[in-house]
């Protein structure tokens, strides 16, 4: 089955032109090609990247800061990328603390957040405030030109990907890597989870697949230099949080439930369900190499 093109938007992979192309399956409108796909009760949904985004998803919560930054060391460990002396910049950095955590590893951070509490959290941290841009109010390019890009669950959220990549074509040096961690569109648990998938968020209208964001990047002249299973640290508040989430209870009555965790937020549990990680190579160092 297809849709009126009038109805769903072209996919962000770029693979067909009109939305009438796409394939329907349950409630998503699958790209024939590389299988990424429009989820559309999210793409229907209206978001706020307020205070109470935030506080949903634990932006400001320091255990949850600091297993997001262990997830991340373990990757760049694994990748061999050093950040020491290089310029990193977090696309979707929440409340700061992995940039806090890569500064302490010896790099010049920046960082791009939609939400304002989100950039208020990270100045509280002690990050600088000029580094840490509005995502609706970028500069023309980043000075210095960044080395790494970290994309942590946020690539997924950007509603116009191939024009953030050509701004970030502008903003990178010859040498730059960029390591994407996002939900695989194209993954076991997405097929046979469905809507229960715990990635059918209503900030997530578009799931990519490996081959999507792969040949999406490829076209704006990065190369996939290798990919990973990014196995996360979780905390059972944080399982918790995001089970909420997927519910859609209301903030406050969340928060609630949360504070009743007490030491559980002391365990740390691996977690991957359905996500993929990729690292990705600026051809432009290749080609003056």
């Known amino acids: ?7 769903i938007p072209a996919p962000l992979c770029g693979h067909t032109e009109s939305g009438s192309a796409l394939e329907s399956r349950g409630r998503t409108a ?16 209206e978001v706020r990247y307020d205070a109470a985004y935030c506080q949903q998803r634990q932006h400001a919560d320091e ?6 930054f262990r997830s991340l060391a373990r990757w760049l460990d694994a990748e061999r990328i050093d950040v020491a002396g290089r310029v990193v910049c977090e696309v979707g950095f929440g409340g700061g603390h992995v940039l806090r955590g890569v500064a302490a590893r010896g790099a010049k951070v920046s960082g791009i957040e939609a939400s304002p509490a989100a950039r208020e959290a990270a100045r509280a941290l002690g990050l600088a405030a000029d580094r840490l841009h509005a995502a609706e109010r970028l500069p023309e390019r980043l ?37 994407v961690v996002a939900p695989d ?6 097929r046979w989870l469905g809507r229960a998938w715990p990635h059918r968020l209503a900030d997530h209208p578009f799931h990519w697949s490996r081959r999507g964001l792969a040949e999406l990047w490829g076209r704006r002249g990065w190369a996939l230099r290798s990919a990973f299973s ?16 997927k519910l859609d209870v209301r903030p406050g009555v969340a928060e609630g439930v949360l504070a009743r965790t007490g030491r559980l937020g002391r365990f740390a549990l691996p977690f991957n369900i359905g996500e993929l990680g990729l690292v990705f190579a600026n051809r432009a160092g290749a080609a003056g190499a």
């Open 230 to 245: 990014p196995t996360k640290l979780v905390s059972p508040a944080m399982l918790l949080a995001h089970a909420l989430l």
């Open 63 to 68: 255990r949850t800061g600091e297993l997001k």
């Open 1 to 7: 089955m297809s849709f009126p093109a009038r109805e």
């Open 185 to 190: 569109a194209a993954s076991p648990s997405a």
């Open 143 to 179: 000075e210095p030109a960044v080395d790494v890009w970290l994309f942590l669950d946020s690539f997924e959220l950007l509603p116009q990907p191939a024009e953030f990549l050509a701004w970030l074509a502008r903003s990178s040096s010859p040498q730059a890597l960029a390591l």
């Open 30 to 45: 699958v790209c024939p090609v590389c299988r990424s796909f429009w989820d559309l009760d999210s793409l229907a949904a």
